[in-house]
């Protein structure tokens, strides 16, 4: 019996997950989507064009794939419904590849005010948020106030909508937050009754069948292990568990049927929005990083905050999810770096350590080693074996330092710039 293989994000997001899931989706025949919701966006190029996804796992272009948006994702059914729209424009049968699960909770246009108004209240102490409403969403999950992809086909759904709406009205009141909710909540139940074309499934069920039925599932993670809920650089997480295990949880498959698991990095580190990021360069290196590197954010359009690797969060990344193979993005962007540097330990209030510490609030100050950069383009190397050597010496020294393989090198944001060794 196959197992479900994992790809997910080793630093804080935007690690490329999309270009890679569509490069790894050849070998699968389902794709699902686990957690998080349309604050996320994986972008991908081919073909000469571009595409961004916020909702619908990255294999809806593959001919005779199913894609399941699992019970762990939440739904925000105006986004969903433009992406669909998008995606049926360019030619996408997306009805005959998608499966929503019956338990994905929605997001509410009011949802999305709670999360306006919270983060504007809290002035400089943001968390960056997204302000798609899916922390307040997440909130209703737990607070087991929300409302369900299944609960749409319930005569009832109004009224419960209505109540929930009201609820959060009267949490609103406490902001001193003015809006307006009546032309998105138009488009919201427009696009519930769009909702309605698609194949609404028990996603567990479906999941645990095609496992059985010894189909090749690939579990698609979004945002990244360092903004993970519990284990992330708390508060300036996510509100969902972006880890491997959030697999087990955002699909129902059991901890045993969890295969290869492909942690995604880039050959540096970028962060949006809030939040400690013990390597961030303020300097000529960090604007070249982020020039070169086209670093500004596939749902937010924000400018990314750039800097070296940082391989004591990504041992950490790599501990926690059982990493099996290391996919690296974007080696082409340090093309023309003298000094690449990585950061090995830090030193916090002095005392040096490897380990990811719990107050991140504090001064951390990297360790830093450096690298001699291979000053050359690399964006039309097709084999490992013609790497110029210092790219090899970066690649297995990261290898050595997690015990884990660089499977797959990209070299370029086309699908056919990527290396598998």
Same mark, same amino acid.
């Given at each position: 019996?196959? $197992?479900?293989?994992?790809?997910?994000?080793?630093?804080?997001?935007?690690?490329?997950?999309? /270009?890679?899931?569509?490069?790894?989706?050849?070998?699968?025949?389902?794709?699902?989507?686990?957690?998080?919701?349309?604050?996320?966006?994986?972008?991908?190029?081919?073909?000469?064009?571009?595409? &961004? @996804?916020?909702?619908?796992?990255?294999?809806?272009?593959?001919?005779?794939?199913?894609?399941?948006?699992?019970?762990?994702?939440?739904?925000?059914?105006?986004?969903?419904?433009?992406?669909?729209?998008?995606?049926?424009?360019?030619? &996408?049968?997306?009805?005959?590849?998608?499966?929503?699960? *019956?338990?994905?909770?929605?997001?509410?246009?009011?949802? *999305?005010?709670?999360?306006?108004?919270? !983060?504007?209240?809290?002035?400089?102490?943001?968390?960056?948020?997204?302000? /798609?409403?899916?922390?307040? +969403?997440?909130?209703?999950? +737990?607070?087991?106030?929300? @409302? *369900? &992809?299944?609960?749409?086909?319930?005569?009832?759904?109004?009224?419960?909508?209505?109540?929930?709406? !009201?609820?959060?009205?009267?949490?609103?009141?406490?902001?001193?937050?003015?809006?307006?909710?009546? !032309?998105?909540?138009?488009?919201?139940?427009?696009?519930?009754?769009? %909702? $309605?074309?698609?194949? @609404?499934?028990?996603?567990?069920?479906?999941?645990?069948?095609?496992?059985?039925?010894?189909?090749?599932?690939?579990?698609?993670?979004?945002?990244?292990?360092?903004?993970?809920?519990?284990?992330?650089?708390?508060?300036?997480?996510?509100?969902?568990?972006? @880890?491997?295990?959030?697999?087990? +949880?955002?699909?129902?498959?059991?901890?045993?049927?969890?295969?290869?698991?492909?942690?995604?990095?880039?050959?540096?580190?970028?962060?949006?929005?809030?939040?400690?990021?013990?390597?961030? %360069?303020?300097?000529?290196?960090?604007?070249?990083?982020?020039?070169?590197?086209?670093?500004?954010?596939?749902?937010?359009?924000?400018?990314?905050?750039?800097?070296?690797?940082?391989?004591?969060?990504?041992?950490?990344?790599?501990?926690?999810?059982?990493?099996?193979?290391?996919?690296?993005? /974007?080696?082409?962007?340090?093309?023309?770096?003298?000094?690449?540097?990585?950061?090995?330990?830090? /030193?916090?209030?002095?005392?040096?350590?490897?380990?990811?510490?719990?107050?991140?609030?504090?001064?951390?100050?990297?360790?830093?080693?450096?690298?001699?950069?291979?000053?050359?383009?690399?964006?039309?190397?097709?084999?490992?074996?013609?790497?110029?050597?210092?790219?090899?010496?970066?690649?297995?020294?990261?290898?050595? !330092?997690?015990?884990?393989?660089?499977?797959?090198?990209? &070299?370029?944001?086309?699908?056919?710039?990527?290396?598998?060794?």
């Amino acid at each position: 019996m196959k $197992k479900v293989d994992v790809v997910l994000g080793l630093q804080w997001g935007d690690e490329g997950k999309g /270009k890679v899931v569509d490069v790894l989706t050849p070998k699968y025949q389902v794709i699902a989507r686990f957690q998080g919701g349309p604050n996320a966006g994986h972008s991908l190029h081919f073909s000469d064009r571009s595409y &961004v @996804l916020h909702t619908i796992p990255s294999g809806i272009f593959r001919d005779g794939s199913v894609n399941v948006i699992g019970n762990g994702v939440v739904i925000d059914p105006v986004i969903l419904s433009q992406e669909i729209a998008e995606l049926e424009a360019s030619g &996408v049968d997306v009805a005959s590849k998608l499966l929503v699960s *019956r338990k994905a909770h929605l997001i509410l246009p009011t949802h *999305r005010m709670l999360d306006a108004a919270s !983060e504007a209240a809290k002035g400089g102490a943001k968390i960056g948020s997204t302000l /798609k409403g899916i922390g307040p +969403t997440y909130m209703d999950k +737990t607070g087991r106030n929300g @409302l *369900r &992809v299944g609960d749409i086909l319930s005569p009832e759904f109004p009224e419960r909508y209505r109540k929930l709406r !009201e609820k959060h009205e009267h949490m609103l009141k406490q902001y001193d937050f003015r809006y307006d909710i009546a !032309e998105y909540e138009r488009e919201w139940f427009a696009g519930i009754e769009n %909702l $309605k074309r698609f194949r @609404l499934v028990e996603s567990e069920y479906a999941v645990n069948r095609f496992v059985e039925e010894n189909k090749a599932v690939l579990a698609e993670g979004a945002q990244g292990s360092m903004l993970d809920i519990d284990f992330g650089t708390y508060p300036f997480v996510t509100s969902s568990n972006t @880890l491997c295990a959030g697999v087990c +949880t955002g699909l129902g498959v059991a901890p045993s049927r969890i295969g290869n698991v492909y942690g995604i990095f880039k050959a540096y580190c970028t962060r949006v929005g809030s939040g400690p990021f013990p390597t961030e %360069l303020f300097d000529g290196d960090g604007e070249k990083l982020r020039e070169i590197g086209r670093e500004f954010g596939a749902t937010t359009g924000r400018p990314r905050r750039c800097g070296w690797l940082d391989m004591v969060a990504l041992k950490y990344s790599v501990m926690m999810n059982g990493v099996t193979g290391l996919i690296m993005m /974007k080696a082409d962007v340090m093309n023309d770096f003298d000094t690449i540097r990585v950061a090995t330990a830090y /030193k916090v209030d002095g005392v040096e350590t490897s380990e990811f510490p719990f107050e991140t609030g504090g001064k951390i100050e990297p360790v830093y080693k450096d690298f001699k950069g291979w000053k050359c383009n690399i964006n039309n190397i097709r084999r490992y074996e013609d790497f110029p050597a210092e790219l090899k010496t970066y690649v297995e020294y990261i290898e050595r !330092e997690t015990g884990v393989p660089v499977v797959i090198i990209s &070299v370029g944001p086309d699908r056919e710039e990527t290396i598998v060794r």
